[in-house]
């Protein structure tokens, strides 16, 4: 089995950073990426960040220029450095990997609280 586990959240005053880790363990043969998502309170699960095994980033248009997604392949790791947080980016963040071999198939972190607030 695979388990992803986040660290990292917490509360934080608006212009401030936080930075999330997710480390992962268990049987992967082949990662195709690995990745942040986030969930408000009555709204969608929406792609924050993710990041490919060939490197190639992908930023939500809201989070571009203060996130930072970034990977350590030899732990099978994943973090986001969010900096300049803003009251909208509260929400629980969950980490992702998304396998490709033997079978694709998605898997989830039990998410993270992050709350910016004053």
């Known amino acids: 089995q695979v388990q992803l586990v986040e660290s990292g959240g917490g509360l934080v005053q608006p212009g401030g950073s936080l930075r999330l880790s997710c480390a992962a363990s268990g049987s992967i043969f082949d990662i195709n990426d690995m990745g942040w998502h986030r969930q408000a309170p009555g709204k969608q699960r929406e792609l924050v960040a993710s990041?490919?095994?060939?490197?190639?980033?992908n930023y939500a248009d809201s989070v571009k220029g203060r996130f930072t997604i970034s990977r350590d392949n030899a732990k099978i790791a994943v973090y986001l450095q969010m900096n300049s947080l803003k009251p909208e980016d509260t929400a629980v963040y969950y980490c992702?990997?998304?396998?490709?071999?033997?079978?694709?198939?998605?898997?989830w972190g039990q998410g993270t609280q992050v709350t910016v607030s004053s």
């Open positions: 990041i490919t095994s060939g490197g190639s980033t």
């Open positions: 992702h990997l998304g396998s490709s071999y033997p079978f694709e198939y998605d898997y």
